[in-house]
């Protein structure tokens, strides 16, 4: 034990007038047999271990799930704090446990971050995605910082003999308020191992905040910045082997016969292993795999492969007619999602009726960091290294091909090169465990690119069709909306042949003060596997709603800010809604972001022949963010030079971390918005790398300045809202400055 707290613990002693009476107050608190157990947690020091039960997020699917927060707290005073979420870029590995150190008035300078294992039972739920890590974990996490302060504080106290509200926490000490005296952290680390975690901690207020809503850097950022970040491409086991693999090009059909005796000829290759699918949405779709002593004999070898494939129902798949076939489908009455007012009467008595459709194509992921694992199967065990979103579907979908429980597979979370949705899915983990399955060894599976963009999860295909009716004053009185993409559902239900109500719900929720609306899903069979991907349906949302309202602002002679305003109005009957009050607060934030963002960009200022602002506003995730795009435009060159992005997403945890999120998502809008768009022809996908599914680079990024409003609601989302709005922001900022108006994505299309 650290000589100073021994110092004071015997000064402590000393102080009593019967010390068998102060050895059984202590012993009433923490047994020495506890004590013992808290000491050899930690190699060579005291470690606080604090687990927060029964705290409930969200519901997300059937289960609640209750994640528990771990700190440990060494007797030199190191604070390491475990990051239970994937870490792919977005600064959640940062962001989080510095909410645990605000709380716990640590100092950030003696806090290191490991990211924690694949175990649900001890972190909760760790799947990654949809927006959600800060918005359920910002709570769990400040009471775990909290409770372990109050620990710390009534360790001390322990140790004065004073009352704890005698004390008080302060960077990563203990003051005892009566005489000033202090306790660092780590010396009080094996008294506080054994006291009671607090049921209710305070937690801190807004005006309290050291690190919360600060700039702060990322933990990692020299590592990344020096290239010594380890990624799931990185491990190296001994005696491990390397893989590569082909797909079969068309979703749904199946392997015939493959002749591997020109790859078995190539030298360093061991093996070749035919992979079969398992009945599970995220699992290998069937593949053939070629095992070598390095990576690149493996992929080289792969191409030598003589396969033969048994075409199935999906061959058919051609995007370009079936993008048309879409378009027909919501050009006529589909089936009904949902519906308030009398839209039909709207239209029918309307001034003006405007009729637009919107598309737009497939998009695949493309992280720079492609599907890779490295997977180690023997007769008593299975570990897994891997960039991965959900690892716990990794042991469900490895537990199911095993026949083991889920529980028993390791998984080790990797630092992820990227991801956005397509780490959600674990087929090519499943593959590497096929394959060290039978050859009995550990393999390194690394997917091409062009595997990667062949063999995916593609964000949906999709129509919009839009008609809205205005008034003599140019007011909007009724709106029908209908939509037609394959869902993501498909994937669990594949005889799905049109969108469920509920994935249009972001229609009638839209916080549009529009009194007869109506949503309807169009007809569209899925022929390929739809996926999770960055901004999800807010992209093809977003993008018709902030069109189309540029659109309706035109007939209407307004400017598009005052248009926008007049829709967002917030004074709703109870008739018109039910949920006037959360409707309300909805309207007056997507204002304020939509105000922040035209006084910044200088919206309706004169400019340069050629140039043009438009703006766009999305709820989504719910966060509000608006964007303001100006462009240069000539001929068909079109030139993004300034985009101003304004974005309330509540208590922002870190302001740097946040507009980085909103920096990247308008490099992927712009992406998105301009050239990205895969193609499927005879079912079979055409792109295969990024020269025919071009990215933007850096030379292409304009200047953007992101605008945080300062609030005091909880945390929303982040990583997705900042995708939506700028496809049409682009769009009517290009219509502004040419006259020429573009509804279908991408704007300019690589000819493939």
């Known amino acids: 034990m650290n000589k100073h707290v021994s110092d004071l613990l015997h000064e402590y002693y000393q102080t009593q007038q019967d010390e068998a009476a102060v050895i059984e107050t202590v012993a009433n608190t923490f047994s020495r047999r506890s004590f013992l157990k808290a000491a050899g947690i930690a190699t060579g020091g005291l470690v606080v271990g604090v687990s927060i039960p029964n705290i409930t997020i969200a519901k997300t699917t059937a289960a609640e799930f209750n994640p528990n927060a771990f700190i440990h ?54 799947a990654t995605g949809g927006s959600a890590s800060i918005r ?14 109050e620990m710390l504080i009534a360790a001390a106290a322990k140790v004065w003999n004073v009352k704890a509200s005698d004390c008080y926490a302060e960077n990563h000490f203990v003051i005892n308020k009566l005489n000033n005296k202090k306790l660092g952290y780590g010396e009080l680390a094996s008294l506080a191992a054994n006291i009671e975690v607090p049921a209710s901690p305070t937690l801190k207020t807004k005006d309290q905040f050291k690190y919360i809503g600060k700039d702060l850097d990322r933990h990692d950022q020299g590592k990344v910045v020096v290239g010594k970040r380890t990624y799931g491409v990185d491990t190296k086991l001994p005696g491990m082997k390397y893989a590569a693999v082909v797909h079969c090009p068309v979703f749904g059909s199946k392997l015939e016969s493959v002749n591997k005796n020109k790859a078995m000829q190539v030298k360093g290759v061991t093996d070749v292993v035919i992979i079969e699918p398992i009945a599970h949405p995220f699992s290998s779709v069937g593949a053939v795999a070629v095992v070598a002593d390095n990576s690149w004999t493996a992929q080289k070898a792969a191409k030598l492969l003589e ?46 009726v405007v009729k637009a459709t919107y598309t737009g194509g497939h998009l695949c992921h493309a992280p720079m960091e492609p599907n890779a694992s490295v997977v180690s199967v023997t007769d008593t065990g299975c570990e897994v290294w891997a960039s991965t979103q959900s690892p716990g579907d990794i042991q469900k979908v490895l537990g199911q091909y095993l026949e083991r429980e889920p529980a028993s597979i390791k998984v080790n979370v990797m630092m992820s090169g990227g991801a956005f949705g397509r780490k959600f899915k674990c087929d090519y983990v499943h593959e590497a465990a096929v394959i060290s399955k039978q050859i009995k060894a550990p393999v390194q599976l690394i997917w091409s690119r062009e595997e990667d963009m062949r063999t995916g999860y593609y964000h949906s295909v999709n129509a919009q069709h839009i008609e809205a009716s205005l008034d003599e004053n140019g007011n909007v009185t009724g709106w029908l909306h209908r939509a037609a993409f394959p869902p993501i559902a498909s994937l669990f239900n594949p005889s799905l042949d049109r969108a469920p109500a509920n994935a249009l719900g972001e229609i009638k929720n839209h916080p549009f003060n529009i009194p007869n609306m109506r949503s309807e899903s169009g007809k569209a069979e899925a022929h390929t596997r739809i996926g999770w991907y960055r901004a999800v349906n807010a992209i093809f949302y977003g993008f018709a709603y902030g069109t189309f309202a540029d659109e309706l602002a035109h007939k209407a002679n307004k400017p598009i800010v005052e248009f926008l305003n007049n829709i967002y109005d917030s004074n709703l009957s109870k008739k018109q809604n039910k949920k006037g009050r959360k409707h309300k607060a909805q309207v007056n934030r997507s204002k304020a972001v939509l105000a922040l963002a035209a006084k910044h960009s200088g919206i309706g200022k004169e400019l340069p022949a050629g140039e043009g602002i438009g703006i766009a506003v999305h709820h989504s995730f719910q966060s509000y963010v608006a964007m303001a795009v100006h462009v240069k435009v000539d001929g068909d060159n079109i030139k993004v030079l300034n ?7 509540g208590q922002t945890l870190n302001t740097d971390g946040a507009t980085a999120q909103m920096e990247g998502a308008v490099v992927m809008g712009m992406s998105l918005a301009l050239a990205t768009e895969i193609t499927f022809k005879d079912g079979a996908v055409v792109n295969s790398n990024f020269h025919n599914y071009p990215v933007m680079r850096i030379s292409d990024m304009p200047n953007v300045r992101v605008h945080i409003i300062d609030s005091d609601e909880k945390p929303t989302g982040l990583g997705e809202p900042g995708v939506a709005p700028f496809a049409p922001a682009l769009s009517n900022a290009i219509f502004a400055a040419s006259g020429k108006r573009y509804r279908d994505l991408p704007m300019k299309p690589m000819p493939v």
């Open 307 to 352: 396969i033969k494939w048994l075409d199935g129902d999906n061959k058919v798949y051609n995007t370009k007619e079936y993008k048309a076939a879409l378009v027909k489908s919501v050009e006529q009455p589909a089936q009904l999602a949902a519906e308030r007012g009398d839209v039909d009467s709207a239209l029918k008595n309307a001034k003006h």
């Open 136 to 149: 359920k974990m910002y709570e769990p996490m400040r009471i775990a910082g909290a409770s372990a302060k």
């Open 643 to 649: 985009v101003d992005c304004a974005i309330d997403c």
């Open 73 to 126: 707290l060494s007797e030199n005073g190191d604070l390491l704090i475990y990051c239970a979420r994937c870490e792919m870029g977005q600064g959640i590995s940062t962001a989080l446990p510095a909410v645990v150190a605000d709380e716990m008035e640590a100092d950030w300078n003696k806090v290191t971050i490991e990211q924690a294992e694949g175990n649900e039972e001890k972190f909760g739920s760790q």
